[in-house]
T-cell receptor
């Protein structure tokens, strides 16, 4: 089955700096790669996703890049703000209900 | 719309006790899920229901049972709780289109402690 590894496990940046979180996956048939943000004590919420027919997707300060050959994808947050502080989870899936696998999470802290 | 609601938010059990976590969604989604979240391990799928009337095992089903009561409701039951089931449980739903699952909408979570 799919295995997703996520790095780093913790990341601390100064407000205004960029943050990058990287994930690798094992199943070459995976074609859907979402990112979820979970604030402390809250539910995970989707912030951006990408499908394997595109290499990059942007939404304001957030972007995701996908390298299918190397089987890795990354989340980029620019101009970080304190409200970006949260745990971020990557995931990979073939698109079926039972095969989405999550990374272990990255705790991002943005220092004012 | 309330989205996905689950109860209870907190529960403390003794080893061997049973309990049911309730979940309901008002988004008319076909698919519903139960995940557990443990420190350093991300979210792991316990059981899922691709449509009303069907349920299937996920990655970590042992010690759990589920019921898809109707399209809105999906419950998770622990028949004989064990300390290893101490975790935060999330219910989720999604609208599957064709072969592709969509965004997962999560409930607020239920923190379960088994002593």
């Amino acid at each position: 089955g799919e295995n997703v590894e996520q790095h780093p496990s913790t990341l601390s940046v100064q407000e205004g700096d960029s943050a990058v979180i990287k994930c690798t996956y094992s199943d070459s048939a995976s074609n859907y790669f979402p990112w979820y943000k979970q604030e402390l004590g809250k539910r995970p919420q989707l912030i951006i996703d990408i499908r394997s027919n595109v290499g990059e997707k942007k939404d304001q300060r957030i972007a995701v890049t996908l390298n299918k050959t190397a089987k890795h994808f990354s989340l980029h947050i620019t101009e970080t703000q304190p409200e970006d502080s949260a745990v971020y989870f990557c995931a990979a899936s073939r698109g079926r209900e039972d095969d989405m696998r999550f990374g272990a999470g990255t705790r991002l802290t943005v220092k004012p | 719309n309330a989205g996905v609601t689950q109860t209870p938010k907190f529960q403390v059990l003794k080893t061997g006790q049973s309990m049911t976590l309730q979940c309901a969604q008002d988004m008319n989604h076909n698919s519903m899920y139960w995940y557990r979240q443990d420190p350093g391990m991300g979210l792991r799928l316990i059981y899922y229901s691709a449509s009303e009337g069907t349920t299937d095992k996920g990655e970590v089903p042992n010690g759990y049972n589920v019921s898809r009561l109707n399209k809105r409701e999906f419950s998770l039951r622990l028949e004989s709780a064990a300390p290893s089931q101490t975790s935060v449980y999330f219910c989720a739903s999604s609208q599957t289109r064709g072969l592709n699952t969509g965004e997962l909408f999560f409930g607020e979570g239920s923190r379960l402690t088994v002593l």
